[in-house]
């Protein structure tokens, strides 16, 4: 019967662990995938909006040489709010699966002006075919700033998708995990009513070993992704999305480390107390041997 | 001194036990989810910078078999035509950064020494192609690669539209190099037509 409670304990600290990851996946999911908050503060804080700017500028100025247009006609065609609203709608589409709408038009009104000022300011005058040249560079501009903000408009449809997915895996999980770390908890110490030091031992090994599942899974990908020389599209999505696993992943190490310190100290409490416990026993037991002896003449 | 050793062996017991749950636990992740961890796997290697990639290998040339192609982006060569005081770096591929930093090496195309079609595009800038127009017939190309020399003799020029695809032919029978830039040299906006130049292999 002790040994089947053993064994039935020994398996309640194992899914206690696998509770507490759930927990933690979960959380991590909720907190900070799902929540369109935390993403465009994460934006702020890698500069994803000044990148952006930096990529769109460059890509201009790969046509700027080629165009025989004067140097600084393709600067100041649009602006840092410009690319935070169209930032923002593409946020939109991924969580709130809204339609993409960016501020093209506003650009192909600059470059309007600016060609237009500059061929009046010579006093060009073009023909059909020219004027039609013009026209297509206008496109391929107006064309490079849509196609480097909005990088794939399927991709973010789909990505609204798994958006969704996650969001009604994640409500269907709910209190779950805590349901399970709860009952199980309670199995544990109620299979050892009779001694909970050894249900305190379990439940700090199951802590323990949720320490070190963290600490070890960080270690194994710091060390098999080499995260400062991942490339996803544009160099602005790249350190955007290297920011927030980084942080995850120190946050993950915190969270290991802390676990299995508390779950060494409960091992090592609870030992101590056993150690206290049963030095009191037998102190009780040299006290009251030699009545006994008494008694059984 | 007892009950320390007491205290350390139930420590390094509950250690054991934990790390057997972590390996049990990583044990039921790589069986239940090899294809998806092998899909990752593959993914991450797409998207990451390998280093070692970069070109450091010669391409070789033996009985007109280039083998160690340039990858996407090397210098592999520089271009000199010395009648319009050309000398630029030949890219391998083609695409807004390489045309902007010297002559960019079409993919479709064969490469010098194969016995085929070579087609070299650039900007007409100034600092680029803008004199290729100046060439006359009977003029050196020279392509000096990091796998040998090529020179060339222009044999002939045009004036085509930029969908004109025919015109630059991609074909395996006979060496044949042929430069083009955007025309007219000085436009505004987009060109739609191209300037070609065609040479025919010296030596």
Same mark, same amino acid.
């Given at each position: ?66 165009? @025989? ?63 039609? *040249? ?57 299979? *050892? ?17 949720? @320490? ?86 | 001194?007892? !009950? ?17 749950? +972590?390996?049990?636990? /990583?044990? /039921? +992740? ?5 294809? =998806?961890?092998?899909? +990752? ?10 280093? $070692?990639?970069?070109? !450091? ?10 083998? #160690? ?17 050309? =000398? ?7 695409? #807004?950064?390489?045309? #902007? ?6 993919? !479709? ?27 006359? &017939?009977? $003029? ?10 090529? &020179? ?9 539209? &930029?969908?004109?695809? =025919? ?14 830039? /955007?025309?007219?040299?000085? #436009? ?8 070609? +130049?065609?040479?025919?292999?010296? !030596?």
């Amino acid at each position: 019967m002790n040994f089947l409670k053993r064994v039935v304990s020994l398996i309640s600290s194992f899914i206690l662990v696998l509770s507490l990851g759930i927990m933690l996946a979960n959380n991590l999911v909720k907190t900070k995938l799902l929540d369109k908050d935390y993403i465009e503060e994460k934006m702020k804080e890698s500069e994803f909006h000044e990148q952006i700017s930096r990529e769109i500028q460059s890509s201009f100025d790969e046509y700027s040489l080629q165009s @025989g247009l004067p140097e600084g006609t393709l600067d100041d065609l649009f602006t840092d709010s410009m690319i935070e609203r169209d930032v923002s709608s593409i946020l939109n589409c991924v969580y709130d699966g809204t339609q993409i709408s960016l501020s093209d038009k506003a650009v192909r009104e600059k470059l309007d002006e600016k060609i237009n000022n500059y061929i009046e300011s010579q006093n060009m005058l073009l023909t059909a075919e020219g004027k039609a *040249n013009i026209e297509t560079f206008k496109e391929i501009i107006v064309e490079e700033y849509k196609n480097n903000i909005n990088i794939s408009s399927k991709g973010y449809v789909k990505l609204h998708e798994i958006v969704m997915k996650f969001k009604s895996v994640s409500d269907e999980i709910g209190l779950l995990p805590w349901m399970l770390v709860f009952v199980f908890g309670a199995l544990i110490i109620w299979l *050892n009513s009779n001694n909970l030091l050894r249900a305190m031992k379990h439940i700090s090994t199951s802590i323990l070993s949720f @320490g070190m599942l963290l600490k070890i899974s960080v270690m194994i990908i710091i060390k098999t992704v080499d995260l400062d020389n991942l490339i996803l599209m544009t160099m602005s999505i790249t350190n955007f999305v290297i920011n927030i696993v980084k942080e995850v992943l120190l946050e993950f190490s915190d969270i290991g480390m802390f676990c299995m310190f508390c779950g060494l100290v409960g091992v090592i409490a609870a030992e101590t107390l056993k150690g206290n416990l049963e030095e009191q026993v037998e102190k009780k037991e040299k006290e009251v041997k030699p009545y006994r002896r008494k008694l059984k003449r | 001194m007892t !009950k320390i050793m007491k205290i350390i062996k139930a420590a390094i017991k509950s250690i054991i036990v934990a790390f057997l749950f +972590v390996v049990a636990i /990583c044990a /039921c +992740v790589i069986f239940i989810g090899k294809e =998806e961890i092998a899909m +990752v796997s593959y993914v991450l290697q797409l998207i990451t910078v390998q280093e $070692d990639n970069v070109q !450091k290998i010669i391409p070789t040339l033996e009985d007109g078999v280039l083998t #160690n192609y340039p990858t996407f982006g090397t210098k592999y060569a520089t271009l000199k035509i010395p009648t319009i005081g050309l =000398e630029q770096p030949v890219y391998y591929g083609a695409n #807004n950064t390489i045309l #902007n930093s010297g002559i960019a090496h079409d993919e !479709k195309s064969y490469f010098p020494g194969e016995g085929g079609s070579i087609i070299y595009a650039g900007h007409n800038f100034s600092t680029i192609l803008a004199n290729l127009p100046k060439m006359n &017939e009977g $003029d050196a190309i020279i392509v000096e690669s990091n796998y040998g020399t090529f &020179e060339y003799v222009m044999v002939g020029s045009k004036i085509i539209k &930029e969908t004109d695809v =025919e015109q630059v032919p991609i074909q395996k029978e006979k060496e044949m190099l042929m430069i083009y830039t /955007c025309w007219p040299i000085n #436009n505004i906006s987009h060109a739609t037509e191209r300037f070609v +130049v065609y040479a025919n292999l010296v !030596k």
